[in-house]
């Protein structure tokens, strides 16, 4: 059995920088990545591209950052580590997560590390690791490179890498234009691209399939990246959308792998309905019938999908367990409601701008409002709390708590549906509550933060 990662997460390393997270941990973290890829990813690539460029020194990763503050010292910490284990690095400099992903197939590259915390806040910074095709690493592989991180034996490879500099943008928002083939003048589209790395190049893609595009946060900022702003607060996307008249806008998160919508009179359209909406209206998604969604996912849309014929799958949080069942099952969509959405015809992993610029296209495609496919949508009431927590895995392993938990969640039947777990990022426990009565889901919830509030306190 495979032991459970010690630094890896649900969505790669994440920490605080200066306690969790420093220049020396993440120079190991960079060897350890070099010594495992080197050996273990020698070249498997996805379909995305016609032809693989084999220009680069062997052996190479890609690596970007966002906009943080602590993202170019922790970058080249990193590319140091990975030098140093005889691994090159093609700098892509700020760059989107999802970039990296797909460009990592376009490469003779053994894979790919981001620096970002995604969508954390600003004093938090993270390490995310790829493989030779795009795809995040598994947790056996995550396992190893541990293993290498914890050993401070060292390790001096017989030749250093080196450092090439590269700016894969053209050919990123190239590559999104070609998937798109609808003209969008005289569309208005509002972006919000949470002073992270979507800024300039979010823009770009969306002008240059004809978009009127309002930008906000617009400014690469690494002081207020994901600051009241971007996929996790929508306010400022909605004062956009409303102040410009736009027929609909997108938030990112820091890193734009995932994405929120708002429609033209200011309701938030989460992943489920977008998913819902790409599935009903992209053909090969409707032809295909099957979708893949996770434990948080609406009831409400997961039925009315159910009613249309579709069948689908639900699995953990996090998008490596989606891409998973996506594959297990073969299925072309799936994703999360916090915006993680994985369209496997087009990219090998969430993508926010690609999603953005596909449900646009589909909307002026159909002739569609965004307000109006939302509102035919039913959904549940949820309810949502996450509990700070010194140790928030703990209670797992507490019998008695775990009794008096069940005890509650049974006192309410099949009218609330819960779903309770540890945060795979932060010190937290995630509680949702959802019922066809938001009563039941608004008191279930807080039945439920009172037990865990007062285990806290033991």
């Given at each position: 059995m495979i032991p459970a990662p010690k630094y890896f997460g649900t969505d790669g390393i994440r920490g605080v920088v200066g306690s969790d997270?420093?220049?020396?941990?993440?120079?190991?973290?960079?060897?350890?990545?070099?010594?495992?890829?080197?050996?273990?990813?020698?070249?498997?690539?996805?379909?995305?591209?016609?032809?693989?460029?084999?220009?680069?020194?062997?052996?190479?990763?890609?690596?970007?950052?966002?906009?943080?503050?602590?993202?170019?010292?922790?970058?080249?910490?990193?590319?140091?580590?990975?030098?140093?284990?005889?691994?090159?690095?093609?700098?892509?400099?700020?760059?989107?997560?999802?970039?990296?992903?797909?460009?990592?197939?376009?490469?003779?590259?053994?894979?790919?590390?981001?620096?970002?915390?995604?969508?954390?806040?600003?004093?938090?910074?993270?390490?995310?690791?790829?493989?030779?095709?795009?795809?995040?690493?598994?947790?056996?592989?995550?396992?190893?490179?541990?293993?290498?991180?914890?050993?401070?034996?060292?390790?001096?490879?017989?030749?250093?890498?080196?450092?090439?500099?590269?700016?894969?943008?053209?050919?990123?928002?190239?590559?999104?234009?070609k998937l798109a083939n609808v003209n969008g003048a005289g569309v208005k589209v509002a972006l919000d691209m949470a002073h992270g790395a979507a800024c300039g190049l979010a823009q770009q893609a969306f002008a240059a399939r004809g978009f009127d595009v309002v930008p906000i946060c617009a400014e690469p900022d690494g002081k207020r990246i994901n600051v009241r702003c971007g996929a996790t607060d929508l306010r400022q996307l909605k004062r956009g959308v409303a102040r410009s008249g736009a027929d609909w806008g997108f938030a990112f998160d820091g890193d734009a792998d995932r994405l929120m919508a708002i429609d033209a009179d200011g309701s938030v359209v989460n992943g489920d309905f977008l998913m819902a909406l790409l599935a009903l209206n992209h053909r090969p998604y409707r032809d295909a019938r099957r979708l893949v969604f996770t434990q948080v996912t609406n009831l409400g849309v997961e039925r009315y999908l159910q009613d249309k014929g579709f069948r689908t799958y639900r699995t953990a949080v996090g998008d490596s367990n989606v891409l998973r069942a996506m594959r297990k099952h073969g299925v072309l969509i799936g994703g999360e409601q916090s915006g993680h959405i994985i369209c496997w015809d087009k990219t090998c992993g969430g993508d926010g701008v690609l999603v953005a610029l596909f449900v646009s296209e589909l909307l002026v495609r159909r002739g569609l409002s965004l307000g109006e496919f939302t509102r035919n949508v039913p959904a549940y009431a949820q309810v949502f709390k996450s509990v700070p927590m010194r140790d928030h895995r703990g209670w797992q392993e507490d019998s008695g708590f775990v009794r008096r938990l069940r005890r509650l969640q049974n006192g309410y039947g099949n009218d609330v549906r819960f779903y309770i777990r540890p945060s795979g990022t932060e010190n937290l426990v995630r509680i949702l509550t959802e019922s066809a009565n938001p009563v039941l889901a608004r008191r279930a919830n807080t039945d439920v933060v009172e037990l865990f509030d007062t285990y806290g306190r033991k």
């Open positions: 997270l420093t220049a020396d941990f993440a120079f190991r973290v960079g060897t350890a990545v070099g010594l495992v890829l080197r050996r273990v990813y020698r070249g498997r690539k996805l379909p995305y591209f016609k032809h693989v460029e084999d220009a680069l020194p062997h052996p190479t990763a890609l690596l970007a950052c966002d906009t943080r503050i602590s993202s170019p010292v922790l970058a080249r910490a990193v590319t140091d580590g990975l030098n140093s284990a005889g691994v090159s690095v093609m700098d892509l400099g700020v760059a989107p997560t999802p970039l990296v992903a797909l460009m990592v197939n376009r490469y003779n590259a053994i894979g790919g590390v981001m620096v970002t915390a995604s969508h954390n806040p600003v004093d938090h910074n993270g390490i995310k690791v790829f493989r030779s095709d795009g795809l995040k690493v598994d947790p056996k592989t995550a396992v190893a490179i541990e293993e290498l991180v914890d050993d401070r034996a060292g390790y001096k490879a017989p030749d250093r890498g080196t450092v090439l500099q590269s700016d894969a943008r053209p050919a990123y928002i190239s590559y999104l234009s």
